[in-house]
């Protein structure tokens, strides 16, 4: 079981496992793919995964496009800083918060729906989507295929919206590119912080959470100088979070979430 490279420690074990323990600890992104497509009923069984995850009291307020188009994925692409992978992933997956089936479901029975008007309903709809989207990665992997997160799909979420044509009450969560690993890709399984930093007991214990970060960085900074880049957890957190210019556009979505009528308040 990869648990050793996900913490970088060659003595980390678990003393429970199973098939979907290793799936889930073998996760690493792939930004490289084959030509091989992903056919209709690998997609249909991906998409049953996802709608087997957990969801706010029934509400199911997500929904996905399927892209394959070429011309369409690089319009995509475009929008999401030229990521490459998004081109050449034979399928690529937008999470859509969806709250307009429901406000489609209100005004066929005409009967308000105040209760959309919150930012708890916009929540619900990012929150759906993102436990979706990880059932799907799970069940992709399990059959052999991977994927990488777009979060970039946010830089630009009105020209998103346009090109998909999604209706009012909806947002762009972020994009997957899905597609069989291609061998040649010189990637692994980057480390995660150790489980003292983010498993806490009855309390949050801050002393002990920060106490591991150092021998961390030092594990991330060894994964990345494998792959030629340079820099540690610690910096690049600073890195992406200390300058609004890292957001890419992404600073301006509360104005873009109340453009679309989802409520931020």
């Given amino acids: 079981m990869p648990v050793t490279e996900r913490y970088a420690d060659a003595t980390a074990e678990l003393q429970v496992t199973s098939e979907s323990l290793t799936v889930a600890l073998a996760h690493r992104s792939v930004r490289k793919f084959t030509d091989a497509p992903v056919d209709d009923d690998t997609l249909h069984a991906v998409i049953a995964a996802a709608q087997s995850a957990p969801t706010s009291s029934n ?44 406000h489609r479901l209100a005004a066929r029975a005409g009967v308000p729906l105040d209760g959309a008007n919150h930012l708890e309903s916009t929540l619900i709809g990012v929150i759906d989507a993102s436990l979706a989207a990880q059932n799907a990665v799970v069940a992709a992997e399990s059959v052999g295929l991977g994927t990488v997160y777009i979060g970039a799909i946010r830089n630009h979420p009105r020209e998103v919206a346009a090109e998909l044509r999604l209706p009012p009450h909806t947002v762009a969560v972020f994009g997957m590119a899905i597609g069989t690993p291609d061998p040649t890709e010189d990637a692994g399984i980057k480390p995660r912080l150790p489980q003292s930093a983010v498993l806490h007991h009855e309390v949050y214990d801050t002393e002990r959470a920060d106490a591991d970060i150092p021998r961390y960085d030092a594990a991330v900074e060894e994964y990345y100088g494998r792959f030629g880049l340079t820099g540690n957890w610690s910096d690049r957190v600073l890195a992406r979070l200390g300058d609004t210019a890292a957001l890419h556009g992404r600073e301006k979505l509360r104005d873009d979430l109340e453009h679309f009528g989802l409520s931020t308040r």
Avoid: E, M, N, Y
Avoid at 70 to 94: E, N, Y
């Fill in 59 to 102: 509400l199911q307020a997500w929904s996905v496009v399927a892209v394959r188009d070429p011309q369409r994925k690089a319009r995509l692409s475009a929008l999401s800083g030229d990521q490459q992978h998004i081109v050449d992933a034979p399928l690529f997956l937008v999470w859509i918060a969806d709250l307009d089936r429901a």
